[in-house]
Nanobody, 122 residues
Framework: QVDLVESGGGLVQAGGSLRLSCAASGNTFLFNFIDWYRQAPGNQRELVAILTRSGNATYAESVRGRFTISGDNNMNTVYLRMNSLKPEDTAVYYC????????????????WGQGTLVTVSS
């Protein structure tokens, strides 16, 4: 079992910055990446950034150069630093991972945080 809890959302003016945090607990050795998704009202959830345990980071085109994903050595906490925020970045931001489960066979399960709201005013 892996649990994720986000924090750090809030209201910021366009051009400002925020840092989101994702705290992982439970059997954190069972996953190899954490990613951030966001969902704006009326839109589908979209992938924003991924960080692997080996330290590789990948970004959506819409945030590349403005957002930075990072984490501590054990990936117990993963951050999303968001700079030069735009009104279109307004969304609920979720952290997510897939972790191994062991029953009759090895499978994967999804863990999602509850989300944190980021609002960027123009």
């Amino acid at each position: 079992q892996v649990d994720l809890v986000e924090s750090g959302g809030g209201l910021v003016q366009a051009g400002g910055s925020l840092r989101l945090s994702c705290a992982a607990s439970g059997n954190t050795f069972l996953f190899n990446f954490i990613d951030w998704y966001r969902q704006a009202p009326g839109n589908q959830r979209e992938l924003v950034a991924i960080l692997t345990r080996s330290g590789n980071a990948t970004y959506a085109e819409s945030v590349r150069g403005r957002f930075t994903i990072s984490g501590d050595n054990n990936m117990n906490t993963v951050y999303l630093r968001m700079n030069s925020l735009k009104p279109e970045d307004t969304a609920v931001y979720y952290c997510h991972t897939k972790y191994l489960t062991f029953g009759d066979r090895v499978q994967t399960a999804d863990a999602w945080g509850q989300g944190t709201l980021v609002t960027v005013s123009s």
